[in-house]
């Protein structure tokens, strides 16, 4: 029992002074991605440098989804604003958790992505609820809002309403988000922290939209500066997840003070693969017929996906050489991709809390593989 006691001390040892080394000579930073307090807290203790990928998405589920609802619904500026006013304080508290959990180090947050239908009603349902409510003479059936959710029903909603086109479309939402990081940012500067928000716009596919998003998010700056007196300090970025973007980098570089390889969209818009869809339906096919011998999604298509994320490295340093750049997509924990990331010459990979400690270590080995051949 004792002898056991000691091996184990001394197996920790040994893994501690490997990760102790790997995170002497690694290059390439390493983040995770993280949606809460705790999980930050976890990501931290397992040796993050910060959060690469703050989803947004579960901070509009649960009780805030009807609110969401009422937002993307509102028939008025009236109802549309109270909406908003009753989520931003919800989304201030989020991230002064998030932002006091990764004090002193970089928060990258993601401002809303998923697709629409998401946070409305099953059209069917409402149908059938709503035909009821009118047989029974109810006084005022709801047809608005099943022609609101019909109009807005979509086909494809990978495809669809989703990334900065809910920002540009729906009116005050991305501002919402934005002065909720920003106030969260002002109350940690005050109680004596040191927050490092960067804002991430998803699924842009033309500098344009984030043009108008980072004019939104600078204005919104001003105003919560102006309000509480405090000097802030931010960054606001992109995700880089559409075809489009990689052939359009240099210019999206020109507005975007970072870059976040969204890899998994990235690699379903490049093969056109939906990733809700094919691993279940055909993958095993092709694995099977060698067309790849991993799934494209686990470990990074290095020739064709990579290539573009290579070409986005290069145009978007080319036009702006302090670009930071670095990945979230699941290929952020995976080996090999971060061996790929790593040689192309990002400066951090995102990934989950748990993989944190392999990523160091590949990010060691990649290292110390590089300095061997060079
Ligand atoms: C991505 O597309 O790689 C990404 C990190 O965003 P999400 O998976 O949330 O679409
Ligand atoms: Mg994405």
């Known amino acids: 029992m004792g002898d056991e006691t000691a091996e184990d001390d001394e197996l920790v040892r040994a893994v501690i002074a490997l990760m102790d080394h790997a995170d002497d000579v690694r290059r390439l930073g390493v983040r995770a991605n993280a949606d809460t307090p705790e999980d930050a807290a976890r990501a931290r203790r397992f040796g993050a440098q910060g959060i ?8 509009f589920l649960g009780d805030r989804r009807e609110l969401v609802e009422h937002l993307i619904l509102a ?5 549309q604003r109270e909406a908003l006013d009753a989520l931003l304080p919800m989304q201030r508290d989020d991230f002064t958790g998030i932002l006091e959990a990764m004090d002193g180090l970089p928060v990258t947050i993601r401002l809303l992505d998923p697709p629409l239908h998401e946070f409305l009603p099953d059209y069917t349902q409402l149908a059938v609820r709503l035909a ?3 047989e029974n003479h109810e006084d005022k059936p709801r047809t608005h809002k ?7 029903h979509e086909e494809n909603p990978m495809l669809g309403l989703r990334g900065v086109r809910l920002g540009i479309v729906i009116p005050g939402l991305y501002t919402m988000q934005a002065r909720a990081i920003l106030e969260a940012t002002a109350a940690r500067t005050a109680a004596g922290g040191d927050p490092q928000p960067e804002i991430m716009i998803p699924l842009v596919g033309s500098p344009q939209e984030l043009e108008l998003m980072k004019a939104e998010i600078i204005g919104v700056a001003a105003e919560v500066e102006k ?31 970072f870059f976040s390889f969204g890899t998994n969209d990235l690699t379903q818009m490049t093969w056109g693969f939906s990733r809700d869809d094919v691993e279940a339906s055909f993958f095993s096919t092709y694995l099977e017929k060698g067309i790849f011998p991993v799934s494209p999604f686990e470990s990074l298509d290095v020739e ?3 290539l573009l994320v290579e070409h986005a490295v290069k145009a978007g340093r080319k036009a702006r050489p302090d670009l930071h750049l670095g990945v979230c997509g699941e290929h952020g924990g995976d080996p090999d991709s971060i061996h790929f990331f790593d040689e192309i010459g990002l400066d951090y990979v995102s990934c989950s809390p748990y993989r944190v400690p392999v990523a160091r270590l590949e990010a060691g080995r990649s290292a110390t593989a590089g300095s061997a051949s060079a």
């Open 227 to 257: 309000e509480t007196g405090t000097k802030l300090t931010f960054k606001v970025g992109t995700m880089i997840e559409l075809p489009r973007a990689v052939t359009l980098a240099d210019q999206i570089a020109k507005v975007a003070e």
């Open 132 to 134: 009821h409510e009118e």
């Open 75 to 79: 028939e008025n500026p009236d109802e």
């Open 146 to 152: 099943l022609l609101a959710v019909k109009r807005l």
């Open 304 to 306: 064709g996906v990579g």
């Open 52 to 59: 690469g990928l703050c989803r947004t998405e579960h901070m």
